[in-house]
Each structure stands twice: as C-alpha cells, then as structure tokens.
C-alpha cells in the first residue's frame, strides 16, 4: 500500500542510497567536519576521563527532576546554537543576494546558497529554534523549578519524565542527522499546503520535518500531563492555590495549553503522514481534499503553541523582577488571571495568521477582535511588573537587566502584534520581515527570560554563581546585536520586503541587510560572552550562598546549595505565598529540621533512554521508508513498555540517618556529584 | 507582606513523612489527563470529518448515507457496550478479589472487541474491494481515518488486557495491577464512547438508512 | 548613570526609523492603499499612548529605585484596587476603540466586494477584468474580456477599476503590490479576490508573498498604470500578438514548473481567453498537479541552473 515515490526504493533500506549523503557540499562537509570534531572530543573524553559508567548512571539513566531538566537545557542551548548559525546563513545570504549583478560563490548563482539550500536551512531554523530551543530550555526550566517551589521530591512521573526528555532528544537527532543523510524541509516551520504533500516536495525533507515534530510533540504532551499532576497532587502541605509561586502557575497554565493544543498538531502531522505515506486525500488541492482543513488545525496549535512558549517567560520575568526589587510582586492574583486568560483567548484567535485567504469579513472582524483581547492580560502584566519595581530597592543584577528588556521587548512585540492583529494592517505587511520581525521581539523574550533565569538559578543548581561582568557583557552585546537585527527588520518590513527569499530583486534594500549583518556580528560577540562566562564560572567556582541572591522569596531557595538530589530532606510546610520571605520575617530561614525520616526514591533505569532511541530508529526508518526497520523498532518500543510493567523495582529507600549525615556534609551530595556514592550498597537497598 | 500570619512557639515548620503521595490518584489523574489529550487528538479527526463530509469532498465517489447501514451500526454499537459491561463485570469481581472473575470479564470484553473489530474492518475491506477504498476522495479518506483511529484504540485496549491477564495470574492483585486494572476500565469506556459518537454522528446524523 | 550611556545605542537607530523615504508602505498611492495606510496610521498611534508610558516607566523605576539611590522602599506594598482596576480598565478600552477600528476597517477594505472604491472616481465605469493565475513561478494575467494575456506585466488603465480574480495551478501564493492594493492568497482549486483603483498613470512592482518553492524570490511582476488611450493601444498592439495563449500551451508550457529569471515579461493574444481561468480551477479540483521534481528543486539559480527560461524565448 506504499504510494510511488521518486527514485528507487529496495526492500533492505528503503529510498536510502548513496546520493542521500551529501559530500560534494562544501558547506555541509565543513559542519560535518565540525560536528564530527566536537563529537570525537566529547565521546573522546569520557572514554579518556573513564566517565562512561559515570554519564550512563548518573545521566543518561536518571530520572531526578534536576538532572532531567538540565540535560533539557543542554540540548535546548545546543540547538540554539545551531539555529543561530542557521540565522547567520540566512542574513548573509539576504546581504550578499541583492540584485541581478550580485556575486555568487560557491555553486550558487546569487550569494552562496541556492534556494535549495537556503530554504531548507530557514524551514530548520523555524523548526529547531521553537521545537528544540525555546521548548527544551523552558521545559528544562519548568523541571528543575517547578518541583522545588513546591516543595516536592521530584515529578509525579518520574519515568514518563525520562521517556519525554528522550522522545524530545529524539526529535532533535532526526532534524540533526537530516543534515548529513538527505535533506530537511523546506516548506517553512509551518508545513505549508498543499506544497508540503508529495506532488510539490517528493523528497524526505518534508518527512524529516514532520516525524520530528511528531515525536517532540509527543514528549512535550507527556511532559505536560506530568507538571500538571505534579502541580496539582505534590504540593507541600499548606500550600493552597493562592500560594502556589507565579513561575508554577505560568507553567500549570503553559501544561494545559500542552495537553490540549499538541493532540491537534499531532492530528494535523498524522493526517499529513498518510497522505504522503498511503495516498489518502485529506490535504490534496484535488481530490476532494482541502488544505485549508491543515492551515486551520496546524495554527488550532501554533498559536497556543506560541503562548504556550511565552507563558514561562513571563513568569520568570515575575520572579526576577520581584526578587530584585526586594518587594512582593505586585496584582499576584490579577497575574495569575492574566496568565490563565491569555492561556484561554489564544485558543480563539488562530485565523489571525491566514487574513488575506479571504474568510469574510464577518469572521475576520471576529479574529481580529478576538485577537487584540490578548493585549488586555498582556497589558495587565507589564503594568504590574512595572509596579512591582515602583518603590522597590532594586540591584540591576545580570538577570534583572534581562528581565527589564523583556519587558520592553514585550512592549515592542505586543504593539507590532496588535498592529497585525487589524487585518487591514496585516493586508499590507502579512508575509513580510516585519512579521518576523514582530514574533522575533516575542521570541527574544523567550529567549532573555530563559538567560536570566539561567543566571538567577544557577547557583541552586551547581553551588556557584555565574561571573558577573561577563554576565553583562553578554547581555548588552547580545541586546545591541538583537537591536542591530531586528529594527532594520522591521523597516524592511514597512518596504514590504516579503520574508523567505533567498534573493532580493529590490536593490535598495542593501543598507538594511548590511545592518542586519552587523548585527549579527555583533550577536557572535555575544555568543563569545556567553561561552567565557560559563568557562570563568566553572573553573572560578565561587560557592554560592543557600540564598544565592540575598532576597529569595519562595521555597526554592530553602533548600540547600546546590540541591541535594532528594531536595528537601523533610518536606517544609508552607505558611505564606513567598515562604522563605515569611520565614525571614519571623527570623526562622535558618531553621533546621529535627528529625529526619527515611525517603522513599525512585531507581534510575535506562529504559526511558533506551526507547528515546528506539523511537528515533523508528523515525528515522519512517523517514527512508524502510519498513522493516520501523516495525521492529515500533515493535520493541511496546515490547520494552510491557516488560518495564513487570519490573518489581520500585525504588529504594533512603535510610534517615544517610540523609542526617548528607546535610551535614553537603559537598558530596550535590547535583553534578554522583547519587550512588552516598547510597547503600548499589543503591536498590530495602526495594519495597 | 501584609497578609502575613505571625510564626508562634507552635509554628510547623517540616513536615516528615509527608511526602508519601497517593500514588494511585496520581496515576488516575495522569491517565485522566492522557485521556483528554486522546479525546482531542480524534476531536480533531472528528472536526475534518464535519468538514469533508459534503458532495463536494466526496470527489464523485459515495458519501456516508450511501453506504452506512444504521441497523449494522446499531449492531455494533450494542457489541461495544456488551464488551464493557462485561469489563465492569471483571471490575465487580475485583471488588471480591476473585482472580476469575476478573479474568473472566476480560476475556469476555476481548471476544466481543474481536467480532466488533471483524464487522467493522470487514466493512472497511468490502468497500475498498469496490473501489471506493481511502484514496478515492478526501471524504473517503476521513472516513476510513476516524473508524481506523476508533479501531486501534480498542486493539490496544485488547492488548493491555491481555497483559493484564497474565499480571493477575502471576502478581495478584497489588496496588499495581490494581491502578491498571481501574485505569484501563476508563480507557475502555473512553474507547466505547467514541464509538458511541461515531455511530450517532456518522450513522446517525450522517443519513444512514 | 552608566546603563543611561548604553542605552544612546538606541537613538542612531530609532531616528533612522523616523525617515521613512524608503518604506513603501508610509507612500500609499490610490484609494485602497491609502486607506490602509490611514488605518494603520491610527491603529499604531492610540497604541503608542499607552505603550510610551509605559516603555518610560519600564525605563526610568529601575533607576528611580535603584538600592543606591535610597528611594522610597515599601517591601510589602503588593496590591492596590486602584491600580489593578486601571490596568485591566486601560488595556480593555483601548481594545475597544481598536477592535472597533480594525472591524469598521475590514468591511470598508474587503477585498472581495472593496466597499471603498466606490467613493472612487472610476465607480461609475465598468470596471476592467482580469484574471490571475499563479504558476509555479510565474504570474499570467488573462484579460477575458479583451482576449489577451500576459505572464509577469499587468497593465491596466488609470482611472477604472481593476476587478482581479485569482487561482493557483500548484502551491498557495499571495498576490500582493504594496502602495496599491491589499495582499490576497491566490490558491489552487480555489478562486479569491482582490480590486484596486489607480488614476494617475504609474509603475509598480507586484509580488508573491507566500513561499511556494524553489523559484518563489523570482516570482515578481511589473504593474503598469497607463493612461486609457495608452492602454487601449496596448491592448490592440498585444491582440495583434502571434504568441498565442491556448488551454494546451498553458498546462504543456506555462503552467510547468519553471523559473522565469528576472521576471522577463511575455505577451499573447488569446482567443479563448474566456474559458481559460474556470478550466483551471476546475482541474486542480479534479486532482491535476503539476509536479515539481526533485531535480528541478535541486537545480534552480545554482549555477548550472539559471539562464533566462522565460517561455517567450522558447
Ligand atoms: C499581544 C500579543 C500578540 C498579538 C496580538 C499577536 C498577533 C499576531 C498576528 C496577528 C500574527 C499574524 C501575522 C501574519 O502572519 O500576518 C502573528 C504572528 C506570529 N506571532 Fe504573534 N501576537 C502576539 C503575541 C505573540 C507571542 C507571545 C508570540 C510568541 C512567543 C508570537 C509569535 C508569533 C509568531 C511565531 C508568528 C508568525 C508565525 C508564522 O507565520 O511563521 N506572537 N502574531
Ligand atoms: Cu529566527
Ligand atoms: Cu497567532
């Protein structure tokens, strides 16, 4: 029942062949170059260092929250990377392709990618930047905090944790190894139809970009089952609802929209597979097909999607912005509502990314003012930030400085959104850079929030506390090469310069491009910071307070520094909304528990990583069309899943008087050093 | 802050033990939660069907009123429901602690999946066989995805009991098996309900004589 | 204060923003454009009286409370009804006279029935049809009524309506000319609606917004407003064309997949030009793709890929 494909396809690998690898590019050689040297260093050290049993026991099969969210982080941070230099591709591109006399290097004939190339490399940029970036990096955030402000031990699920985070990773590879072995997509982030099914994109790129999206989205909705049980069930006693911290409400706000939204792009991805895979008809232009049907479910996702991303972010900016102004946040209630409401509109406005395909003007008006509700919560929530910090005692403190400018990138992004969200408006610049430039504001709030949350809780995790100078050359680089980019961006856009051409016939939009690529120089500086703040931090490694920051407000910053793996050695009860700032008004933030009771942890098991893998097998396989290979490897994941509901294991108890000794001497307990060496014996005593 | 309550001598501030969650109601409201996310995954299906199922998607071919027969559905629909009385059956026994009886329920919910799933893909194949298979047009396609999606849930349904039969054989009933056995009777009444609506609104709605 | 310093960063930049010579949008020509422009005009001001305040405040608290500067500090001042009313009350009447705004706008606008162009001084005319259709990449405009087509040039009188109508063979794109007239999908099997009215003779470039493949940067065309008498000249001299534009030229030649590099206008009489639009659409809907192979994709402006194939020269 396979539909014909282009080439030749056989039994054994399906349509993959020799020609899939592309070693006559000069460009992907180099990465591959690149990519292999980094990979030969990092596997290379382990093996020198004999780390293998160390990274396989402690990371690869863990299923502590901390270790979790951080290997989400570094996986979000990789891919942030990539998508950076993704984004340098594309700005070099635009700057040197202008006009029919410009040069061309490299095979192409304008600049140095031919639209081959360069679409796929911004159909990767999309898809990496808000599939494997942004989403990782506040998953990961959402992981290691949002347990800790509740005062839990660890997820509600810390398996299906695992299972998510590998299923993410997954995805990851598949977008990776496309590079190297075939192509990516270039049909844009989006997956645009009818171009997306087999008549316009024969070749596996399109494959590549749904299967990854398709096996991610299943690890984020997992993900979010788990934060909202854990939210919901696991919080420390005396901890109501109107004491729940903002930054685990955005994300209880955040795993609803995760739940409820993924399922539809998982539907859209679906029906897209057959209709490439079996030849069904749902998104054909013929047929009896309609693509708009694709256009409607995939932005029925996208555009929660996009609140489901910033949500986070705008708790974080809560947090930082009322530690480091010393004072409680200000309108608590109203943020939440706010978070909760913006949460709730996003389901109703989706049409507002497809005005020009001509609704009516009945439902357009009704999307357009759909839309520009979200602009009141939204409002709500900058103005007070802006009176948290009024008559606050405020230190301009790295993460400070980022919070500050999200809020004015916020400003930015909200006024430019509102702006489209009049379709007459969006009748002149949809489809332009200026819409780029618009979510690019909102996507760098994502971005800030995330660099100063990294910078405000770093010390809880690894004990020391991110250099300080190179901390702010970071930042204001980083915000010289954002404004260096996207102000000429949205120029460009008032042009009406369209977004995704890989050359530009309107020569007079040379000086901006040139700016733009100024910008990106800049960015690199930045990029430069960011790697000597981490290398100065690490090898400096001033131990941290247990209050890194001085002004900690909620639980969090109770517990020791760096956190031990089980957290809190008794579970704390909870008094106020910010308890630690309760605690410090009573003069009780120094006070220990008395006794300690044995804990109960779950076992680490390489299950979850191990059917990552398998997923990724069967994707990749999906991809090539190798059938055999996508069965058997389907086939395992449901026979792992079965044995794994045999396994008596149900982790092991920790004896009070290990826990006594480990908080009196905290160095060997932290996150980085290893669990099993203040465990019992091989770390499975007293299963029960 | 203003709201706060003054710490006294008899101020709580640790808890021990009380981090012993309720394990089981953590797992049924994470099921309950997966069940939504399913439910929206064929509401999805459910809203491309509303949307193909008109003259125009049917691409020349059949629409559902010229092929569904509402007594068949009928049929089934009473198969569906057969099969989870007899799973509420399998959870009565449970009550008793009888390990027949449960597994007696289940395999009386497997058989009557099975005759279910051979009337329905019998159905599915006949049509193809006449040339109105899932490639025919848009609306052909819906309608195969939607009983098919239907279709694979109870086949993992039947596959889940079939684990579970062995783990009542080898484990008994401990809290484990347990939290299973209680979250696969929803899944199996989620699977029934969307049969439920398939039937009223294809068969039903959809004109079926 | 040294973060006031590199804040100046900002000014170079936010000047350059306020010349607005090269932005085509800030120069609407003709009706629709400038109601556009009119609107968005307004739209973005009412918000910048919220937006600057508030951009102040953001900028000028942190310093005005800055723990060096021993400010008022009122730790636990968390919650005012006052405030909290004000900032739902402010953002929500703004929405209001927005959406207000936006939904008068769109049933001025509509670029299906354009309301607007009624006011125009072409109202009283007939207005002048032509028909759009999208391939993968070129734009051909057929003139039913005059039975004529050209692929990437539209030309038409100043002073009448254009009525556009528009369709794809293979991928969504979006007609758009800016200054002109509002930005419309034009979609396979699918038939939308645009209208524009200029009165003074002028050039445009009019382009594809929405990516549809590996010739999509080439897809622009050149807009020509003439003069009435200009253009009826024009008309007859294309009439006279031994180009001719047939059903089977177009599905063999035009509507495959190519790139027309640098746009290279072309020029057909068509005698069937009537029945061309509605046998297109007709076809995508029965399932008639035109396919763009791998290959292509693979060869488009790379260097062995580029030389001119506009379908005049062939
Ligand atoms: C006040 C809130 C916002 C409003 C009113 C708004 C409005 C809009 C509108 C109308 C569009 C469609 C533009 C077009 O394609 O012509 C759009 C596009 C977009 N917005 Fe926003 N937006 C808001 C916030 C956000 C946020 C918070 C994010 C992400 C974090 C975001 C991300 C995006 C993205 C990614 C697109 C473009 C998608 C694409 O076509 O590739 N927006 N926004
Ligand atoms: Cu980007
Ligand atoms: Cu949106």
Not at chain 1, 207 to 231: E, P, R, V
Not at chain 1, 635 to 656: M, T
Not at chain 2, 111 to 126: E, P, Q, R, S, Y
Not at chain 3, 60 to 77: C, E, G, M, Q, V
Request: proline letters at 5%; one cysteine or more.
């Amino acid at each position: 029942m396979q539909v014909a494909v282009d080439g030749p396809w056989s039994p054994l690998l399906g349509r993959l062949t020799l020609e899939a690898i592309p070693y006559t590019n000069p460009i992907l050689l180099f990465t591959f170059a690149i990519a292999a040297t980094a990979g030969i260093v990092v596997v290379g050290s382990v093996l020198y260092f004999r780390k293998v049993g160390y990274i396989w026991r402690e990371w690869l099969c863990s299923v502590d929250h901390k270790r979790i969210g951080v290997m989400y982080m570094i996986l979000g941070l990789v891919m942030l990377f990539r998508g950076f230099i993704d984004g340098v591709m594309m700005r070099t591109q635009q700057a040197i392709a202008i006009g029919p006399d410009s040069p061309g290097y490299l095979g192409a004939a304008h600049g140095y990618l031919p639209p081959y190339h360069f679409d796929q490399v911004y159909s990767a940029h999309g898809t990496l930047m808000l599939i494997f970036a942004a989403t990782p990096l506040l998953t990961g955030l959402g992981n290691i905090i949002v347990p800790l402000q509740i005062g839990a031990r660890d997820m509600a699920f810390p398996y299906l944790n695992a299972v998510s985070l590998w299923l993410t990773v997954a995805g990851a590879l598949l977008c990776m190894i496309s590079l190297f072995v075939g192509e990516f997509s270039n049909a844009t982030w989006v997956g645009l139809m009818p171009f997306a099914e087999l008549p316009s994109n024969p070749g596996v790129g399109v494959d590549y970009w749904m299967w990854a999206l398709q096996i991610s989205g299943l690890g984020t909705t997992f993900n979010a089952i788990n934060i909202i049980t854990t939210i919901v069930k696991m919080r420390a006693p005396g901890m109501g609802w109107f004491r729940v911290p903002v930054f685990t409400w955005v994300n209880m706000a955040t795993a609803i929209i995760g739940v409820t939204a993924f399922p539809v792009l998982t539907a859209a991805l679906a029906m897209l597979g057959l209709d490439r895979y079996v030849g069904t008809h749902f998104f054909s232009a013929g047929f009896g097909g309609n693509y708009m049907l694709y256009i409607n479910l995939f932005w029925t996702w996208g555009h929660p999607e996009v609140y489901f991303l910033v949500l986070p972010a705008f708790g974080l900016i809560s947090e930082i912005v009322s530690t480091f102004s010393a004072k409680s946040l200000f309108g608590y209630p109203t943020m939440i509502a706010a978070s909760m409401g913006i949460a709730g509109v996003g389901w109703v406005v989706w049409a507002h990314h497809f005005f020009t395909m001509g609704m009516g003007p009945n439902l357009i008006g009704f999307f357009s003012a759909a839309t520009m509700i979200v602009g009141i919560p939204t409002g709500v929530k900058a103005f007070n930030w802006v009176f948290t910090m009024f008559r606050g005692r405020i230190t301009l403190a790295t993460p400070m400085l980022w919070a500050i400018t999200c809020i004015l990138l916020l400003l930015v992004g909200g006024i430019t959104g509102m702006m489209l969200s009049a379709s007459v408006v969006d009748y002149t610049v949809h489809d332009s850079v200026f819409v780029v430039a618009h979510f690019h504001c909102m996507v760098l709030v994502i971005g800030g929030g995330v660099f100063a949350a990294v910078t405000y809780w770093w010390p809880k995790v690894f004990g020391f506390k991110l250099n300080e100078t190179l901390g702010q050359w970071f930042f204001w680089t980083f915000v010289a090469g954002s404004v260096l980019v996207f102000v000429p961006m949205f120029m460009a856009g008032l042009d009406g310069e369209t977004r995704r051409l890989d050359y530009l016939w309107d020569t007079s939009l040379r000086p901006l491009m040139l700016l733009e690529v100024v910008g990106i120089a800049v960015y690199f500086l930045s990029v430069f910071f960011f790697l000597a703040m981490i290398v100065v931090s690490l090898a400096k490694r001033e131990p941290a307070e247990q209050d890194a920051w001085g002004t900690g407000r909620s639980l969090e910053w109770l517990t020791q520094t760096p956190v031990p793996f089980y957290n809190f050695a008794v579970t704390p009860q909870v008094h106020a909304l910010d308890e630690l700032s309760w605690r410090k008004a009573n003069g009780l933030e120094k006070a220990q528990p008395s006794t300690y009771v044995p804990i109960h942890m779950p076992s680490s098991t390489g299950l979850p990583f191990i059917i990552g893998m398998l997923g990724f097998a069967c994707t990749f396989a999906l991809v090539w069309r190798i059938w055999w290979l996508a069965g058997a490897s389907l086939l395992a994941i449901i026979l792992l899943v079965i044995i794994r509901s045999f396994d008596k294991n149900e982790g092991y108890v920790l004896p009070a008087e290990t826990i006594a000794a480990a908080e009196r001497n905290l160095s060997t307990v932290s996150v980085i050093a290893e669990q099993s060496k203040v465990l019992p014996v091989g770390g499975h005593a007293e299963a029960h | 802050m203003a709201s706060f309550t003054k710490a006294g001598a008899d101020t709580v501030l640790w808890n021990p033990g009380a981090d012993a969650h309720d394990t089981i109601s953590a797992r049924t409201y994470g099921f309950w939660l997966y069940l939504l996310g399913d439910a929206l995954i064929i509401a999805a299906v459910f809203a491309c069907y509303a949307v193909l199922n008109n003259p125009l998607n049917a691409n020349g071919g059949p629409l559902g009123k010229d092929f569904l027969s509402a007594s068949k559905g009928m049929l089934q629909t009473f198969i569906v429901l057969g099969s989870v009385l007899s799973y509420s059956l399998a959870t009565v026994a449970l009550k008793r602690g009888s390990k027949l009886g449960v597994s007696l329920g289940m395999i009386g919910a497997i058989l009557l999946a099975v005759v279910f799933l051979g009337i329905g893909l019998g159905d599915l194949a006949a049509l193809s066989a006449a040339g109105d298979g899932f490639a025919r047009s848009g609306y052909l396609s819906c309608f195969f995805t939607l009983i098919l999606t239907h279709a694979l849930h109870m086949g993992f349904g039947i596959l889940w009991m079939l684990v579970m039969l062995v783990q009542v054989g080898v484990f008994g009933f401990t809290e484990n098996v347990v939290a299973r056995l209680l979250n696969l009777r929803m899944f199996w009444q989620f699977q029934a309900s969307v049969w439920v609506v398939v039937y009223i609104y294809v068969y039903l709605f959809g004109g079926a004589h | 204060m040294r973060y006031w310093r590199k804040l100046g960063l900002l000014a170079p930049l936010a000047l350059a923003g306020c010349s607005t010579d090269n932005m085509r949008l800030f120069h609407p020509v003709g009706l629709m454009g400038g109601l556009e422009y009119h609107y968005t005009m307004w739209i973005t001001g009412i918000m910048l009286l919220i937006i600057v305040p508030t951009v102040l405040m953001t900028i000028i608290f942190p310093l005005r409370y800055h723990h060096s500067r021993n400010a008022k500090y009122t730790p636990d001042w968390h919650f005012s009804a006052v405030i909290e009313i004000l900032a739902w009350a402010i953002p929500l009447g703004m929405v209001v006279v927005l959406a207000y705004m936006s939904v008068s706008a769109i049933y001025r606008i509509d670029p299906w029935t354009t309301p607007a162009l009624a006011d125009a001084p072409g109202a009283s005319l007939p207005p002048v049809k032509v028909e759009v259709i999208a391939t993968d990449w070129q734009w051909v405009f057929v003139y039913p009524d005059e039975n004529i087509a050209t692929i990437d040039d539209l030309v038409v009188p100043a002073g009448r309506r254009v009525q556009l109508t528009m369709t794809a063979t293979e991928a969504m794109n979006g007609f758009y000319i800016p200054q002109v007239a509002p930005m419309v999908d034009a979609m396979p099997a699918m038939i939308s609606k645009d209208a524009f009215e200029i009165d003074q003779p002028a050039e445009f470039t009019g382009f594809s917004t929405d990516f549809s493949g590996a010739g999509f940067s080439w897809m622009y065309f050149k807009t020509r407003i003439l003069a009435q008498a200009d253009y009826d000249a024009w008309v007859k001299s294309v009439q006279a064309s031994q180009n001719q534009l047939t059903y089977d030229v177009f599905t063999q030649k035009i509507a495959q997949p190519q790139v027309n590099y640098g746009a290279v206008p072309s020029y057909f009489s068509a005698p069937n030009a009537g029945s061309l639009f509605g046998k297109v659409v007709m076809d995508a809907m029965m399932g008639k793709t035109y396919p763009v192979p791998d290959s292509l994709t693979k060869s488009v402006s790379s260097t062995e890929g580029e030389a001119p194939a506009s379908p005049a020269a062939k």
